[in-house]
């Protein structure tokens, strides 16, 4: 990560630091991690920025308004998820990457979306003020960093199982190739904001689920979620090294899947959840 794309915040996190919008070449947007989001292509390549009524009007999201995030909104006091939940209304930052692709995510996966929304509410009453617990950890790290993965099959986890990159993304690159096992959804509205560096080397944490059909498997994820049978704790995420999918990254070369730094080993003790059915 480079000094230009992050900064300290108060606790010394490095946080991202989107570039500027004319910084961003349209070239960007074909990247595979955009392919879901190909009808709001205009959104993300016009030369300006969508006010957010304008972007509320044009994605027309189902009971759910996008709102502008300003001291008017904020004074109500309640927290961003009971909002959407309460209200109806998604606070959204003007001129913003992170926000936007946001309000694209709620577009194309709104099952996925709502899911987490009742969870986090569910789970926010349940709490006292201030604190939070592992169920919320996970439904944040899904919203923002989530990926659906859907795998025909399950065999095919077990290099994943292992940390074992190379098998999984070499010698199983046909795999990749043939649908037997595939990326159904980019949830994650982080991934898709810190994508604009096309360099980075993100990692995905991902659900899994048995099928070969991207709109079963969301709809598979969304039933879950919903039932609270799936996000009660980040453990559950299996970490994706996206850059390791066949054709997701320009160097993929001799030594790529040797960066140990990305490509990290099992953690000892760590065990993945089956594949969702």
Known sequence: MTASASTA?????RRFIAPPRDAVEAACFAQPIYAGLGGFRDLMVAPDWPTVAA?????????????????????????????????GQIATRADNWHDLFNALVWA??????????????????????????????????FDETGVIVRVRDPALLGAWD???????????AGHWRNG??????????????QA?????????????????DDAAAIAVAARAITDGALL?????????????IPGWHVHQGAGFYAQVEYFRPLREGRVYPAALL
């Open 196 to 212: 604009l560096l096309p360099e980075r080397l993100l990692v995905g944490k991902c659900v899994v689920v048995q099928g070969d």
């Open 55 to 87: 972007l509320d009007a044009r994605l027309a999201l189902p009971d759910k308004h996008l709102v502008e995030q300003d001291a008017t909104l904020l004074a109500d006091g309640l927290h961003y998820e009971t909002r959407i939940a309460g209200r």
């Open 162 to 172: 292992r940390h074992d990159w190379p098998a999984l993304f070499v010698e199983g």
């Open 232 to 244: 009660t704790d980040p453990l559950e995420l299996r970490p994706l090294p996206l850059a390791g």
């Open 9 to 13: 915040d108060s606790g010394g996190r």
């Open 108 to 141: 194309r996966y709104p099952s996925i979306k709502q899911a987490l929304n009742r969870q986090q509410c569910r789970h926010i009453a349940a709490m006292a003020p201030g604190q939070r617990n592992r169920a919320q950890a996970a439904l944040t790290q």
């Open 180 to 193: 037997g096992i595939a990326v159904a959804a980019v949830i994650g509205h982080a991934l898709l904001e």
